[in-house]
């Protein structure tokens, strides 16, 4: 749409004239903030929000035909109001000094270096944002965390903030926000809840009500909770965990159905009929993956660890170690099916994303298993539709993987195939092509249970569901 630097500039600054009733900025467009503020700006045409990022490339894409995230309805939204109120720039510095309300949605990885390796979030780059707020800020503003943090980061957020000799006043918002990838849209559009913290002062409560008024313009009021900002904070935290849990509860028993004949869908079904358990999120496969659970949790561990809080820390590690032996389960298990041996065997991945309908490999339990059938020698076929450019960075090499656009020419001549990503396209396949064009014995290991395996194995394939007794024909 703005091919032309000097038209887009001239075309901004005459919206600039147009009088709108609220400047948002938020900083940091990744997956949250891109996805989130194109709703806001669709839901809210009298308010005019810009999105800022450090990385250039990135801002580009935003500004381009090719947006830089896959989501599910994403382009349309962004399409039809990119240029109107919606922009995308690199200019944090003019960013923070026209805005009134600032979301700061950048990311806040797992640290990899010093105390906390390996677990606690890096909070360098939340940091980096306040300081830069107060350097620029000519006016008041609201500053809104969009970012998962450690309970209590408002409070490091706001001691920067007043740290400086400027009267400005900074009032610092909790608002997690609860998206997940692939459904992203769907879900900001429908919240189950909006969760609003603030400190419980009155300019705390008033920023509350300035910031809840953005959403009443779409979500239900009775939807927009309010906490104070450590309630909100960890909220995100607990919310994470518990959804992680409920995988791993269920993984750990997928495990107990395989040696024991029990179906772990039924198992499911059954228990999920009880209305304080619920059905949802028990779905049983290769283990969780993408960029939050993980993390989140480890660093619901640090923070109870450093709180001495030994116990309930063990408690959730747990969560993420069952993750890891349901994915190193899922290898042996295909080691020990294929004859104890996998080297020199051409195995075909359906799926490398963490999930289906998205781009992202963060985590993606893909990776840690690819990892382990390539040290046993395997050579990897890997078909995805939309995570290909991700996989050699992820796994360090391309040595001994070949990337496929077309499942049907990965699958010929393979000894398997691991289905790890739940793509629909992956379930409507020629499974009888597929067979016919395998080496035998044709291998499935269903990693997702997405597939019909009482057809496949009928069409002659071995297949290996989770958490169900294995169909083989010998
Ligand atoms: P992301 O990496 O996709 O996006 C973060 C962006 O922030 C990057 O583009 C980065 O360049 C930018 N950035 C970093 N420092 C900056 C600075 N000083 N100025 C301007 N831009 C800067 O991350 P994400 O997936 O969007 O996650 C962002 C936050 O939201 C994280 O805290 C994450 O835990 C949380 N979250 C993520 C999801 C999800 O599904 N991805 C869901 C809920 C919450
Ligand atoms: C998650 C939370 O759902 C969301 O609220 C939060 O804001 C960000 O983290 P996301 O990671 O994008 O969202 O996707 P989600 O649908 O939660 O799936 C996470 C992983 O769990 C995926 O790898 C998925 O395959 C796996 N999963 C999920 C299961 O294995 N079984 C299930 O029943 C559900």
């Given at each position: 749409?703005?091919?032309?630097?000097?038209?887009?500039?001239?075309?901004?600054?005459?919206?600039?004239?147009?009088?709108?009733?609220?400047?948002?900025?938020?900083?940091?467009?990744?997956?949250?903030?891109?996805p989130t503020m194109a709703v806001i700006a669709d839901k809210c045409p009298q308010y005019r929000i810009e999105l800022v990022d450090v990385n250039p490339e990135r801002i580009r894409q935003w500004n381009s035909d090719n947006l830089p995230i896959y989501e599910p309805g994403l382009d349309e939204i962004v399409f039809?109001?990119?240029?109107?109120?919606?922009?995308?720039?690199?200019?944090?510095?003019?960013?923070?000094?026209?805005?009134?309300?600032?979301?700061?949605?950048?990311?806040t990885?797992?640290?990899?270096?010093?105390?906390?390796?390996?677990?606690?979030?890096?909070?360098?780059?939340?940091?980096?944002?306040?300081?830069?707020?107060?350097?620029?800020?000519?006016t008041d503003k609201i500053i809104v965390e969009k970012s998962t943090v450690p309970v209590r980061t408002a409070q490091a957020l706001q001691r920067i903030l007043a740290s400086g000799a400027s009267p400005l006043h900074f009032e610092v918002l909790s608002n997690p926000e609860f998206l997940a990838e692939g459904t992203a849209i769907p879900d900001l559009l429908a919240p189950d809840r909006i969760l609003v913290g603030c400190m419980e002062t009155e300019s705390g409560h008033k920023a509350c009500d300035q910031l809840s008024a953005i959403y009443e313009n779409w979500v239900p009021k009775d939807r927009i909770l309010r906490t104070n900002v450590w309630s909100s904070e960890l909220?995100?935290?607990?919310?994470?965990?518990?959804?992680?849990?409920?995988?791993?509860?269920?993984?750990?028993?997928?495990?107990?159905?395989?040696?024991?004949?029990?179906?772990?869908?039924?198992?499911?079904?059954?228990?999920?009929?009880?209305?304080?358990?619920?059905?949802?999120?028990?779905?049983?496969?290769?283990?969780?993956?993408?960029?939050?659970?993980?993390?989140?949790?480890?660093?619901?561990?640090?923070?109870?660890?450093?709180?001495?809080?030994?116990?309930?820390?063990?408690?959730?590690?747990?969560?993420?170690?069952?993750?890891?032996?349901?994915q190193d389960r899922f290898v042996l298990n295909m080691v020990a099916e294929m004859f104890n041996t996998v080297a020199n065997k051409t195995l075909t991945v359906f799926g490398f994303a963490f999930k289906a309908d998205?781009?992202?490999?963060?985590?993606?339990?893909?990776?840690?298993?690819?990892?382990?059938l390539l040290e046993e020698r395997a050579q990897l076929r890997i078909v995805d539709p939309k995570a290909l450019p991700y996989v050699e960075s992820d796994l360090g090499t391309l040595k001994g993987v070949t990337l496929c656009q077309d499942p049907y020419e990965a699958v010929a001549g393979s000894h398997a195939i691991a289905l790890l990503t739940g793509w629909k396209q992956f379930a409507e396949l020629d499974y009888r092509r597929i067979y016919n064009a395998m080496e035998?014995?044709?291998?499935?290991?269903?990693?997702?249970?997405?597939?019909?395996?009482?057809?496949?194995?009928?069409?002659?394939?071995?297949?290996?569901?989770?958490?169900?007794?294995?169909l083989r024909h010998f």
């Open positions: 749409m703005h091919h032309n630097p000097a038209l887009y500039l001239l075309h901004r600054r005459l919206l600039e004239q147009v009088d709108f009733q609220k400047r948002i900025l938020c900083i940091g467009a990744g997956y949250v903030g891109g039809r109001n990119r240029g109107r109120n919606l922009f995308f720039s690199t200019e944090v510095a003019r960013g923070i000094e026209e805005s009134d309300i600032i979301f700061v949605s950048v990311n990885p797992t640290k990899t270096f010093g105390q906390g390796s390996g677990q606690a979030a890096n909070l360098e780059y939340v940091e980096a944002v306040a300081r830069l707020i107060l350097k620029h800020a000519k909220s995100k935290l607990t919310a994470n965990a518990f959804l992680a849990q409920r995988v791993s509860s269920i993984n750990s028993i997928s495990a107990l159905c395989e040696k024991t004949g029990a179906n772990v869908h039924e198992v499911a079904r059954a228990i999920g009929k009880d209305s304080r358990i619920g059905s949802k999120f028990l779905q049983a496969g290769a283990g969780f993956g993408g960029s939050c659970f993980r993390k989140d949790i480890l660093n619901l561990v640090y923070i109870c660890r450093s709180q001495g809080l030994t116990e309930a820390a063990d408690y959730w590690e747990q969560v993420v170690r069952i993750n890891e032996w349901q998205t781009g992202d490999t963060r985590d993606s339990p893909a990776i840690r298993i690819c990892q382990a035998k014995p044709a291998f499935l290991f269903d990693g997702r249970n997405l597939l019909d395996h009482g057809a496949l194995f009928e069409m002659g394939f071995n297949v290996y569901p989770i958490g169900e007794k294995p």
